[in-house]
């Protein structure tokens, strides 16, 4: 039975779950897995989007609380066309389009995507703990310490393992996927051709053989957990599928 959603009053939404990717009518960020969609409209919503709160926190940010907004609040700027005025999530350094949750309290500025909030703060792979924290490494795809593409006071998170052998930005690991999906012959129209797809951590196979075969397990399983929580379905396999096809 589908459900509603003030977004997209005028038909019910009913949960999918295709392979095909899509770009959320809310937050206007990718997703793959299951959606809320209208057919008739080729309306979809990630399913953090479709359950969206209207206020939640993040272990990132302790205390504070988060108010949801169906578009990002305006900053105060009497300048036209600022680029300091775009907003961009505190998680992944992504530009804010659409649904976010917002923070200004104690004159805190912060966002965060709907999804990106599901993001732990701990994670346990194989007994390696990753942690997580605000950019300062350098990143074991990208070898930046700053995230491409990102404004200068958004440093974004990284996750970087307790051995110090793992460092991953969170905006490089949706990155890959992306990069893996342009780089496929699937088109807009074809479910995704999982097979035709590489990720671009295989050039780091290529420069870092010497390391051993752990190294990449537990790299591929890491990634496959928060490529599944970015795209809004933390039970899709395709996280893992996508890594499987250059880390075997």
């Known amino acids: 039975m589908g459900k509603t959603h003030s977004s997209h009053p005028e038909h ?8 095909k990717p899509y770009t959320c009518n809310g937050c206007k960020e990718q997703g793959v897995g299951k959606r809320y969609r209208c057919e008739e409209c080729d309306y979809d919503l990630h399913e953090d989007c479709m359950f969206n709160k209207s206020t939640t926190t993040h ?10 907004y169906d578009k990002p609040p ?52 194989e007994g390696v703990k990753f942690h997580l924290g605000e950019t300062v490494s350098k990143c074991s795809w990208c070898n930046q310490t700053k995230i491409k593409d990102g404004w200068s006071k958004i440093k974004g998170w990284s996750y970087v393992s307790e051995c110090d052998k793992y460092h ?22 074809d479910c995704l051709a999982l097979e035709n797809l590489e990720l671009p951590i295989q050039r780091q196979l290529n420069r870092n053989s010497g390391r051993g075969n752990k190294y990449w397990r537990i790299a591929k399983v890491f990634l496959k957990t928060i490529v599944s929580i970015l795209l809004g379905d933390p039970t899709i396999t ?3 599928l996508l ?6």
Request: glycine letters at 4%; one cysteine or more; hydrophobic letters at 30%.
């Open 74 to 125: 305006p900053r105060k700027c009497d300048k036209i066309y600022c680029n300091k005025c775009i907003r961009y999530c505190n998680a992944c350094g992504k530009h804010v389009k659409g649904f976010v949750y917002h923070c200004d309290e104690d004159e805190n500025d912060w966002d965060l995507h709907p999804c990106c909030r599901n993001l732990k703060n701990e994670l346990k792979i």
């Open 238 to 240: 395709l996280g893992s």
């Open 59 to 68: 272990e990132f940010f302790k205390e504070f609380t988060f108010k949801f």
């Open 243 to 248: 890594v499987d096809l250059v880390i075997k």
């Open 168 to 189: 991953f930005h969170v905006y490089c690991a949706m990155e890959m996927v992306i990069e893996g999906w342009k780089n496929g012959t699937a088109n807009s129209n």
């Open 12 to 19: 019910e939404l009913e949960l999918k779950n295709y392979q």
